[in-house]
């Protein structure tokens, strides 16, 4: 395997067009060490078996994608346990990050949505903890904080984590979700000083957006993110984990995964390696 990419990890959501046999096999093949899961991915095989193929394929898994969503009001209990079945995949598949998007707005109450994500978070810690697993809490850009994620920032986030270890509770460094903070770099500063960063994940902010911003992720070099910057801050704030490349985008899940991949490869070469 090549040293330059020796850190980097395709997240499954990028090649959308593969199934989880289809993306492990070709992560290997392409020289990349790890792999981000998500769980629908996984349960097109089943965790055990999706645990023995990575492990047969040479890889580790960088995250697990995700947990979370535990903001409702009727709901509680119930994303509970989906959460504890998620950390139990988590442990099995060797995940040591399960990626924890908070969840919206049920009504027009965000401290209280805020509230009920604090309580929950304290409830699963235990949890994932007796298991090896820590909780990557991810900070969504505010345009989601509606539907998705009532934490923006990486300062809510590290506000949300301070209760717990370090080991137990993380944040997540997503490019496209917080290159607009004007704080991000005291942000990752502090979340490196804590030993706090479960992950970083990169991809672009495309201009204009598409429609469906969920959807509006491009490949690096594609928008107006200064990955070299924000990967020195990273490297600065002591993080030497898997580098996930995340990519929500209709036409990137459209084209060959082997052209995406190796597109990835090149740019994460030539716009991120030069800030680690």
């Given at each position: 395997?090549?040293?330059?990419?020796?850190?980097?990890?395709?997240?499954?959501?990028?090649?959308?067009?593969?199934?989880?046999?289809?993306?492990?096999?070709?992560?290997?093949?392409?020289?990349?060490?790890?792999?981000?899961?998500?769980?629908?991915?996984?349960?097109?095989?089943?965790?055990?078996?999706?645990?023995?193929?990575?492990?047969?394929?040479?890889?580790?898994?960088?995250?697990?994608?995700?947990?979370?969503?535990?903001?409702?009001?009727?709901?509680?209990?119930?994303?509970?346990?989906?959460?504890?079945?998620?950390?139990?995949?988590?442990?099995?598949?060797?995940?040591?990050?399960?990626?924890?998007?908070?969840?919206?707005?049920?009504?027009?109450?965000?401290?209280?949505?805020?509230?009920?994500?604090?309580?929950?978070?304290?409830?699963?810690?235990?949890?994932?903890?007796?298991?090896?697993?820590?909780?990557?809490?991810?900070?969504?850009?505010?345009?989601?904080?509606?539907?998705?994620?009532?934490?923006?920032?990486?300062?809510?986030?590290?506000?949300?984590?301070?209760?717990?270890?370090?080991?137990?509770?993380?944040?997540?460094?997503?490019?496209?979700?917080?290159?607009?903070?004007?704080?991000?770099?005291?942000?990752?500063?502090?979340?490196?000083?804590?030993?706090?960063?479960?992950?970083?994940?990169?991809?672009?902010?495309?201009?204009?957006?598409?429609?469906?911003?969920?959807?509006?992720?491009?490949?690096?070099?594609?928008?107006?993110?200064?990955?070299?910057?924000?990967?020195?801050?990273?490297?600065?704030?002591?993080?030497?984990?898997?580098?996930?490349?995340?990519?929500?985008?209709?036409?990137?899940?459209?084209?060959?995964?082997?052209?995406?991949l190796d597109t990835m490869k090149s740019r994460y070469r030539d716009l991120v390696l030069p800030g680690l």
């Open positions: 395997m090549s040293g330059s990419f020796a850190r980097l990890s395709l997240n499954t959501m990028t090649t959308k067009c593969w199934n989880l046999r289809q993306a492990v096999e070709a992560t290997a093949a392409a020289g990349l060490p790890a792999i981000g899961l998500w769980r629908d991915r996984v349960a097109e095989v089943g965790v055990d078996e999706a645990a023995k193929l990575v492990r047969d394929n040479g890889l580790r898994v960088s995250s697990l994608c995700r947990g979370g969503f535990l903001t409702g009001i009727e709901d509680g209990e119930a994303a509970l346990q989906d959460n504890r079945r998620a950390i139990d995949e988590a442990a099995t598949l060797g995940a040591p990050e399960l990626i924890m998007v908070a969840g919206g707005i049920p009504d027009r109450d965000l401290p209280g949505a805020r509230a009920r994500l604090a309580d929950r978070l304290a409830a699963l810690v235990p949890y994932a903890a007796e298991r090896d697993v820590r909780l990557a809490l991810e900070p969504l850009h505010p345009v989601f904080c509606a539907d998705r994620a009532v934490i923006s920032t990486l300062g809510q986030a590290l506000a949300l984590a301070a209760p717990h270890p370090a080991t137990a509770v993380g944040v997540v460094v997503d490019t496209f979700h917080v290159w607009w903070d004007p704080d991000l770099a005291a942000g990752i500063a502090a979340a490196g000083a804590q030993g706090r960063i479960s992950s970083f994940q990169i991809c672009d902010w495309l201009v204009p957006m598409a429609a469906d911003p969920l959807v509006s992720r491009g490949m690096m070099g594609d928008g107006v993110i200064d990955f070299g910057a924000i990967a020195a801050l990273v490297t600065a704030a002591g993080y030497t984990g898997d580098i996930e490349v995340e990519i929500f985008n209709e036409e990137v899940w459209a084209t060959n995964g082997h052209t995406v």
